[in-house]
C-alpha cells in the first residue's frame, strides 16, 4: 500500500513539474538597495489570468515557474514605490529566462495599495493577506478547506487554525469577532463562496497602546474580508438529511446557517440537529473556550488554577462512540453603538447524548493484576454559555473593556461495567450528576498619559459552584477497612454528594515607561484572592431504601477518621514585578524577575494549617530576527505551582469503582523550571515553511500522588515528592512543508519524553491476617513518537487528492515494566469534479495497531464518501453521503499513568447512507 501511494505520488508531481520555465531575477531600489518582500504577478497577456506571483527574499531576488507557448506580463511592485512592468515570452524551446526590476520612490501610494490587494500573498509587517480565489481549487466548502489551501496555515485534526505551529486564538469576519475564542466553529461553518481574503495577523494585540510594549509572539489571529456581494446582506445555507444505517435505522441531519455584516452591526446564526456522529461542540470545546478571556499576569511567576469537578466525563467523539445525538444552537452579534463604542456577544447552547461501549484491559505495576471490563455507557451533556463584550474607546488614548461570560451545564451519566480480575468477577452500575456554573467577569482600561507613560490595569472576577454526584451499585465489598458499610446486604450502594464553591478576584496594574522606540520599562503590581469551600459526604443505600450515612472509618490503633470534608481554603499571591525590554541589532531580550508573597491556608476538621512563602522568581524572553519572516526565540522561566482546594480535603472522595481519594492539608508548593527554544521561517522565495520547537521542564517538590494499591483498588493521596526526585518533560516538534507548484509536500514530527516519580504503597497480609506494608519511589517514564508525511495538491482541473501517512510509537516503562504499541496510519484523500456537474469527495483512513508482541494486535479502516450535485450556480445542491462504508466496528488507543497501562477497544457508528438537500440563501 505504502508503494502504490508512493507511485501516485511521483507520477503526479513530475507531470506537474514538466513544461515550465523558471524566470529568475530581483527588485531593488532606485540606488542599487534589494527590495525585501516586494511582489512580482505574472499574467497571461492575452487574457489577463494570473498564472504565478512570487514575494522577494532578503536580497530582492524572486522566482517564477510559468508554462511554456505563451507570453506574459510580469509586475513588480513594493509599497510607496512605483510599479514596473516587463513582458516575458516563453516559447517551447525556452530556457531559464532572467529578468531584473528597478523600482522608484513615490508619494501617491493608494494605486500601490490597491495593486497589492490583488496579489495572491502580500507580506505587510506582521500582517500576511492571503487573496482566498488565487488557491482556491473549486471545490472547497467551508472556510477550513480555504485555509488549508494558504501556505503557512494548516487546519489540525480538531479544526483549530495554526499558523507557524501555533493555534489562532481570535478569529474576526470584517473586523468583528466570530465568537471570540475559538477558531473551529468558524472553520466548519463559514462558506468558502463567501471569503474574499484571509488576513494572518501576527504579534497581534487588540488594544493600539499595548502593541510592541510585550511580548506578543505568540498571539496569533484572522481576519476574514468578505465578497462585495456577503457586505450589507444576509447569507447562508440550509441543510437537511435523512438516511439509514447499517442496521436499519432511520437518521436525521438538519444543519441552517445564517449571517449577516455590515459596518454598523453584525449576525451570526449556527444549529445543528443530528444523530449521524457530527459533534459541532464537544465537552472539551466547553472547557477550553475561554470567550476571549486574557491569561491573567502570563508570564508572572504563579501557576494557580481552579480545577473543573466534572467526575471524569468522556468527550464526545465520533471516532470513540455507539451513538450520538447532537442540538446545537450558536448565535453572535455585534453591533457598533457609536464611534467611541462596541458591544459584542455570543449564546451557545449545546444537548449531546453519547452511548459509549469500551473493552478495556488494564493492567497495575505495583500488583500485577489485570483488570479486564467491558462498559455500556449512556451520558448527557446539556450546556450553555453566554458572553457580553464592551469596548468604550472615546479617544487614542483611552480604552474601557469590559467581559463577562456565563458558563452553566447539566451533566448525568449511566454506566454499567463487567469487571474481571484475579477470578473476581464484579457487576458495577455507576451514575454521576453534575450541574456547574460559573459566572466570569473582566475589566481591562489603558490610559496613555504621554508618548512615554502608558497604564495597564485588569480585575477579574470568577464565581464558581459544582455539585457533583456520584453512585456506584457494587456486587463486591467496595474498599474493605475503609467504608464502615452494612455487609448484609445484596449489593452495595454507595453514593457521594460533594460540592465546591469559589470565589477568585485578580487584580493588577501595569506602568510601561518608554525609554526609546527599541527599549521599554515594565513595572506591574497586583494580587490574586482566591477562596473555597469544599463539602463532601459518602452515605449507604440499604435494601429497604434507608440511608445509612458513613461519617467516620476505623484506624489501625482503634482511633477514628472523618469521612466527611468540611474545607474552606484560602490563596493569596501579592506580587510586584520588573521587565526591562530593549532590542539591538538583530536580538530583542526581556529579562524580568517578580517578587512574590504567598498565603494558603486551610481549615478543616478543627485544625488550621497555614503557609507563608516569599519567593523571587526570574524569566527571560530573547527573540534573534534573523530575517523579517525567520526566527528564534527562547524562553526561560521559574514559576511556583500551587493547587487548589480538592488536593487539600482530607477525608476520602470516590473518583471511580475502584479508586478512593484524599487530600493533605500539609501540602506545599511546587518550583518549575520551563525551557523552550523555538524556530520558525516562511520563506515565500521558494515557498518553504520550517518551524521547530524544543522544550524541558523540570519540577521538583512536585505534588505526586501516593497509593495504596491492593488488587485493583487504588486510594490515593498528594504528598510533596523529595526534591531528589524531580520529574522531568522534554518534547520536541517540528514541521516542515514546502509547495512546487501546485503540490504541497508536509513532513511533522512530535516526540514527547515524560519522567514522574511516585510512591507506591504495596499492602499485604501476615500469616496472622494483619495488613502489612512497603513504600516505594517508582520511576515511570513515557516516550511517545508520532510521525507524519503528506502530498497534497490544488489543481483547478484535474482532481485533487491528499496521500500520507502517519505512524506512532508509544512506550511506556513503569517500575521496570514495559510495553510499546505502534499505530501506523496511511490515509488518502481524493476530490474529483466531473460531468460538469457533479464532484466527488472520498477519505480512506487504514489502522495498523499492535504491541510490541503481537498479543494485542487490530487492523481496520474507515472509508467516507460523499457524491455531490450541483448545476452552475444554482443555490441547490443534492448530495449522497456514506460514512463508515466499510462498517467497521471498532477502533483501538492505549493510555499510561503511574498506577497502570490500558488498552481500549471503542465500538463506533455504523455504516450510514444519507440524502442530503442544501440550498444557499
Not at 14 to 40: C, F, M, W
Not at 177 to 185: A, H, I, Q, R
Not at 441 to 462: E, K, R, S
Not at 600 to 610: E, I, L, M, P
Amino acid at each position: 500500500m505504502k508503494k502504490l501511494i508512493f507511485a501516485i505520488i511521483m507520477l503526479v508531481t513530475g507531470g506537474v513539474t514538466a513544461q515550465t520555465v523558471k524566470v529568475r531575477g530581483t527588485i531593488k531600489d532606485s540606488i542599487g538597495n534589494p527590495l525585501e518582500l516586494a511582489n512580482v504577478i505574472a499574467t497571461v497577456k492575452s487574457t489577463g489570468d494570473i498564472e504565478s506571483y512570487a514575494i522577494t527574499n532578503s536580497d530582492g531576488r524572486f522566482q517564477l515557474d510559468l508554462p511554456k507557448n505563451n507570453t506574459y506580463l510580469l509586475k513588480a511592485s513594493f509599497l510607496g514605490y512605483e510599479n514596473a512592468e516587463a513582458e516575458v515570452v516563453v516559447s517551447e524551446t525556452s530556457e531559464n529566462l532572467n529578468r531584473d526590476f528597478v523600482l522608484k520612490q513615490s508619494a501617491a501610494q493608494l494605486a500601490d495599495v490597491e495593486l497589492v490587494y490583488e496579489m495572491p500573498v502580500t507580506v505587510r509587517g506582521d500582517t500576511i493577506v492571503y487573496n482566498a480565489d488565487s488557491f482556491n481549487r473549486g471545490d472547497e466548502k467551508k472556510l477550513g478547506d480555504v485555509m488549508k489551501n494558504l501556505p503557512g496555515v494548516e487546519v489540525n485534526d480538531e479544526g483549530e487554525i495554526e499558523v507557524e505551529g501555533k493555534a489562532v486564538q481570535k478569529v474576526m469576519v470584517e473586523g468583528k469577532d466570530f465568537f471570540d475564542g475559538d477558531s473551529k466553529l468558524a472553520t466548519k461553518n463559514i462558506p468558502a463562496d463567501a471569503v474574499d481574503k484571509v488576513e494572518v495577523l501576527r504579534n497581534y494585540n487588540e488594544v493600539d497602546q499595548m502593541r510592541g510594549l510585550g511580548n506578543d509572539q505568540d498571539n496569533v489571529a484572522i481576519n476574514i474580508k468578505l465578497k462585495e456581494g456577503k457586505k450589507n446582506f444576509w447569507f447562508g445555507e440550509v441543510t437537511a438529511g435523512a438516511g439509514i444505517d447499517d442496521e436499519e435505522e432511520a437518521r436525521y441531519l438538519v444543519h441552517p446557517k445564517l449571517f449577516y455584516y455590515s459596518p454598523k452591526y453584525s449576525l451570526n446564526f449556527i444549529t445543528d440537529f443530528n444523530d449521524i456522529g457530527e459533534v459541532p461542540f464537544t465537552w472539551r470545546d466547553y472547557f477550553n473556550f475561554t470567550g476571549g478571556f486574557r491569561n491573567f499576569n502570563r508570564g508572572g511567576g504563579t501557576n494557580f488554577n481552579i480545577s473543573e469537578n466534572d467526575l471524569g466525563f468522556a468527550i464526545a467523539q465520533n471516532n470513540r462512540a455507539n451513538a450520538i445525538e447532537t442540538n446545537f444552537f450558536a448565535g453572535n452579534f455585534s453591533w457598533r453603538a457609536s464611534k467611541t463604542w462596541d458591544v459584542s456577544g455570543f449564546t451557545i447552547l449545546s444537548d449531546n447524548t453519547t452511548n459509549i461501549v469500551t473493552n478495556s484491559i488494564r493492567q497495575y505495576i505495583s500488583t500485577g493484576t489485570i483488570e479486564n471490563t467491558v462498559s455500556d455507557t449512556d451520558q448527557r451533556n446539556q450546556l450553555g454559555m453566554f458572553k457580553l463584550s464592551s469596548v468604550f474607546k472615546p479617544n487614542t488614548n483611552f480604552q474601557l473593556d469590559y467581559d463577562a461570560l456565563v458558563k452553566t451545564s447539566k451533566q448525568t451519566e449511566d454506566a454499567s461495567t463487567l469487571s474481571i480480575f484475579d477470578e473476581n468477577t464484579n457487576d458495577i452500575s455507576e451514575a454521576i450528576e453534575n450541574r456547574p456554573t460559573s459566572i466570569n467577569q473582566n475589566v481591562n482600561a489603558y490610559f496613555t498619559l504621554d508618548d512615554d507613560n502608558i497604564f495597564a490595569g485588569q480585575i477579574q472576577h470568577l464565581w464558581q459552584d459544582e455539585d457533583p454526584f456520584y453512585n456506584a451499585i457494587t456486587d463486591l465489598v467496595p474498599f474493605p477497612g475503609i467504608l464502615p458499610l452494612d455487609t448484609l446486604q445484596n449489593r452495595y450502594n454507595i453514593n457521594q454528594e460533594k460540592n465546591i464553591k469559589t470565589n477568585k478576584l485578580d487584580a493588577k496594574v501595569d506602568y510601561y515607561y518608554v525609554i526609546n522606540n527599541k527599549s521599554n520599562v515594565n513595572l506591574t503590581l497586583g494580587g490574586t484572592f482566591s477562596d473555597q469551600k469544599f463539602n463532601s459526604n459518602i452515605f449507604q443505600l440499604l435494601d429497604n431504601n434507608n440511608r445509612e450515612d458513613l461519617t467516620e472509618t476505623p484506624l489501625i490503633d482503634g482511633e477514628t477518621e472523618s469521612l466527611e470534608n468540611d474545607v474552606t481554603y484560602g490563596f493569596t499571591d501579592a506580587f510586584l514585578g520588573l521587565h526591562y525590554k530593549f532590542r539591538t541589532g538583530k536580538f530583542t531580550f526581556t529579562p524580568g524577575v517578580t517578587l512574590h508573597n504567598y498565603n494558603v491556608k486551610n481549615r478543616q476538621n478543627g485544625f488550621t494549617t497555614s503557609q507563608n512563602d516569599w519567593m523571587l522568581l526570574p524569566d527571560v524572553n530573547a527573540i534573534m530576527e534573523l530575517k523579517k519572516s525567520e526566527n528564534l526565540r527562547f524562553n526561560y522561566a521559574i514559576s511556583a505551582e500551587y493547587t487548589d482546594i480538592v488536593n487539600f480535603a482530607e477525608a476520602f472522595v470516590f473518583n471511580n469503582y475502584n479508586r478512593l481519594f484524599r487530600g493533605n492539608r500539609f501540602l506545599e508548593n511546587a518550583l518549575s523550571h520551563t525551557y523552550n527554544l523555538s524556530y520558525f521561517s516562511f520563506n515565500m522565495f521558494n515557498y518553504t515553511n520550517v518551524s521547530a520547537s524544543l522544550n524541558y521542564t523540570r519540577r521538583v517538590d512536585g505534588i505526586k500522588s501516593s497509593t495504596d494499591i491492593v488488587a485493583i483498588n487504588q486510594v490515593s493521596s498528594p504528598i510533596n515528592i523529595d526534591s531528589n526526585f524531580p520529574d522531568e518533560t522534554f518534547s520536541a516538534f517540528a514541521r516542515w512543508s514546502k509547495r512546487v507548484k501546485k503540490i504541497q509536500f508536509t513532513a511533522n514530527a512530535n516526540l514527547a519524553l515524560s519522567k514522574s516519580n511516585n510512591i507506591i504503597q504495596n499492602r499485604s497480609f501476615d500469616g496472622g491476617g494483619n495488613p502489612t506494608f512497603s513504600e516505594m519511589i517508582q520511576l515511570s517514564e513515557s516516550f511517545t513518537q508520532s510521525y507524519r508525511g503528506s502530498v497534497r495538491s490544488s489543481f483547478r482541473d484535474w482532481p485533487n487528492f491528499e496521500a500520507g501517512y502517519n505512524i506512532t510509537i508509544n512506550n511506556y516503562n513503569n517500575g521496570g515494566l514495559e510495553q510499546t504499541f505502534y499505530t501506523q496510519r496511511p490515509y488518502v484523500n481524493m476530490d474529483v469534479n466531473f460531468l460538469k456537474h457533479f464532484s466527488l469527495s472520498a477519505n480512506w483512513d487504514f489502522y495498523f495497531y499492535r504491541d510490541e508482541n503481537n498479543t494485542v494486535e487490530n487492523d481496520y479502516s474507515f472509508m467516507n464518501a460523499t457524491l455531490y450535485y450541483q448545476k452552475g450556480d444554482s443555490p441547490w445542491e443534492l448530495s449522497v453521503q456514506a460514512t463508515n462504508i466499510l462498517n467497521n466496528e471498532s477502533t483501538n488507543n492505549d493510555s499510561f499513568n503511574d498506577q497502570f497501562n490500558t488498552t481500549n477497544q471503542y465500538f463506533v457508528l455504523p455504516r450510514i447512507v444519507m440524502l442530503v438537500v442544501k440550498y444557499d440563501l
